[in-house]
């Protein structure tokens, strides 16, 4: 007699007798197995933006070089005692670029701008606002201490010190500091090539007519974008069916084109999951039972060499699964080291019970100082990845968050978008 097993209805419940690899277990593998492969090439600082940089960047001169005037004022030898004092006024003034070569007597003060270097004889400046004056004197009231109003040489950046590490990727700050202590070039990181493939039957070409069993490839423009945000560059490798042959055909393609491939769909032990069937025969790596909600299932795993990211085809799923596994591998592997992701700790503006053994992860954004999650925590809700500006973090154990609880957020940038 045929007898059909209790009805659980719940999609995201782990099947018993299957060892759930825990979230944290299954980064350190990645951690453990992967390394950088990406080559170094010098670019002008003008191209530098989101590269990272290969070796510690060494002051080449200080910031400031010279020790300048941090107002618009008047220059002297400090410091000044409290009460009123009158000085005599040097010919002459300091500006920006257009130093005042003589020494300014013990005494006397001169006129100083913004940015000049100081005068021999000067170390202290008072602001203009400050001060009186008359034809050839200057009258205002201390104390001053020595070097106020000034900025001493080298005060930012010392010459010869490590204005920024290896592994970083540069912003435009960044850009900022190189060129202010006399860098024009750097050595950075080749882009990692990241390859994206969709694989299903059932998916068409985004704009193109399409029955209504078909639906359109929403993973692959999502990924493309996240990789090209994350700094990497990614390689379109086009859609694939649910063919065996075809997909072995298209990851040989993407692991002579990339550094990493990122597949989605067919990940599951399905009928029609040639994915997860074709990494298993390829042996290494293999890691596809993630205590994780959402992004099961998720094939960790190489082909000819290339680590293989074969993400669940549900986009909310692919994306997390995607900031969550492959951001801190591609990053490693790009040069910048292993990455935690950064959050922070905010008031929940909602209530959860969350079951132990799993980590889970909530479309979120943040309103008046607290932590909003998307009503639906479908994996095929697109729309409550476009409407979150990053996701809430659970831990592994058991929880009941109730409004004001602290969760941990965790904005998209904290993932390298
Ligand atoms: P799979 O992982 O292949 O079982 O797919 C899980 C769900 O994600 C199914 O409903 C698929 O139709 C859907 N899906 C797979 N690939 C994509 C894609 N590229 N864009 C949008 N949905 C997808
Ligand atoms: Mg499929």
Redesign the pocket.
Known sequence: MLKPPPLRNDCFALPAGVDWTPVADALALLRERLHPVTATESVPLAEALDRILAEDAIARRSNPPQANSAVDGYGFAGPVAEGAHVLPLARGRAAAGVPFDGVVPPGEAIRILTGAALPAGVDTVVLEEDVTVDQDRIAFRGPLKKGANARAAGEDVAAGAIALRAGRRLTPADLALLAAVGIGAVPVRERLRVAVI???D??AEPGQPADPGK??????PMLLGLIRRMGFEPRDMG?VEDDREALRARLDHAAEEADVILT?????A?D??HVSALLRESGAMQQWRIAIKPGR?LALAMWNGRPVFGL????VA?MVCTLVFAYPAMALMAGMGWHEPQGFDLPAAFEKRKKPGRREYLRARIRNGRVEVFHSEGS?R?SGLSWATGLVELDDGERHIRPGDPVRFIPWSGFGL
């Open positions: 969709s694989t299903g059932e998916l639906i359109y490839d929403a993973n692959r859609r989605s769909g067919g990940a599951s399905g029609e999951d299932p669940p085809g549900n986009p692919a095929g697109i």
